[in-house]
């Protein structure tokens, strides 16, 4: 049974597209095992909570500083002994120590192709009025490992999704998320619990 922790910052689409896919059977062998957020107020606690998994809030406001912060982040997660920790619109830099003892053991959703606006300063609706700024026509969203840049660990999945001409960045937000999020992490998710998924020389090998 892989277990897994789900990190969030807001509404938490992603992450009921998880709990709907082990529900149904679309994700097997796993387990959420919590939700954790930096953010008290966000809904994506409340779907956790709904769907009997446990939620917690670790936020950087109840800490002095970073370094705290962090530590007690580490430790939140320590206590469940995850096999995989899942970023599912989690907006907070992870500490550096926990990128290198969970080694390929993070994944993160990113809302457009990388390497195309990711990095410092790209995330939720600021990479689709990037894409729109830039007048590109394909975009669509990435599931990668985290290593300790941004955006920059091995690709696991992407899938495309067409730009349109009358598009906002809101009405992108919301076909990436449909045409191309919610299908794709808990796809990589379910191929990591199948143990179908490996990391050579920085590139994912997935296995049929
Ligand atoms: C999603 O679009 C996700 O790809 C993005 O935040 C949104 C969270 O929505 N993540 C990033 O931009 C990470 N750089 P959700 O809370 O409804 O899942």
């Given at each position: 049974?892989?277990?897994?922790?789900?990190?969030?910052?807001?509404?938490?689409?992603?992450?009921?597209?998880?709990?709907?896919?082990?529900?149904?059977?679309?994700?097997?062998?796993?387990?959420?095992?919590?939700?954790?957020?930096?953010?008290?107020?966000?809904?994506?606690?409340?779907?956790?909570?709904?769907?009997?998994?446990?939620?917690?809030?670790?936020?950087?406001?109840?800490?002095?500083?970073r370094a705290?912060f962090n530590q007690?982040f580490i430790?939140?997660?320590?206590?469940?002994?995850?096999?995989?920790?899942?970023?599912?619109?989690?907006?907070?830099t992870l500490p550096a120590e926990l990128i290198r003892?969970?080694?390929?053991?993070?994944?993160?959703?990113?809302?457009?192709?990388?390497?195309?606006?990711?990095?410092?300063?790209?995330?939720?609706?600021?990479?689709?009025?990037?894409?729109?700024?830039?007048?590109?026509?394909?975009?669509?969203?990435?599931?990668?490992?985290?290593?300790?840049?941004?955006?920059?660990?091995?690709?696991?999945?992407?899938?495309?999704?067409?730009?349109?001409?009358?598009?906002?960045?809101?009405?992108?937000?919301?076909?990436?998320?449909?045409?191309?999020?919610?299908?794709?992490?808990?796809?990589?998710?379910?191929?990591?619990?199948?143990?179908?998924?490996?990391?050579?020389?920085?590139?994912?090998?997935?296995?049929?």
């Amino acid at each position: 049974m892989l277990k897994i922790v789900v990190c969030v910052s807001g509404g938490g689409t992603n992450l009921q597209a998880i709990i709907d896919g082990v529900a149904r059977g679309s994700i097997v062998n796993t387990k959420i095992v919590k939700v954790i957020s930096n953010n008290q107020g966000a809904y994506a606690l409340t779907r956790a909570r709904d769907a009997g998994i446990e939620a917690v809030c670790v936020s950087p406001k109840d800490y002095e500083n970073r370094a705290d912060f962090n530590q007690a982040f580490i430790q939140e997660i320590g206590k469940d002994e995850p096999d995989l920790i899942v970023l599912a619109g989690f907006l907070v830099t992870l500490p550096a120590e926990l990128i290198r003892s969970y080694g390929n053991r993070i994944i993160n959703i990113h809302p457009s192709l990388i390497p195309s606006f990711c990095g410092t300063g790209y995330y939720g609706l600021k990479v689709h009025e990037a894409a729109l700024a830039r007048g590109v026509k394909i975009t669509g969203a990435t599931v990668h490992f985290v290593d300790e840049g941004m955006d920059t660990g091995p690709i696991i999945m992407q899938k495309a999704v067409a730009v349109k001409e009358e598009d906002t960045p809101e009405t992108l937000q919301k076909r990436v998320m449909e045409e191309a999020e919610w299908l794709i992490l808990p796809w990589c998710i379910n191929l990591i619990a199948g143990g179908k998924v490996k990391v050579e020389q920085g590139r994912v090998l997935i296995s049929e």
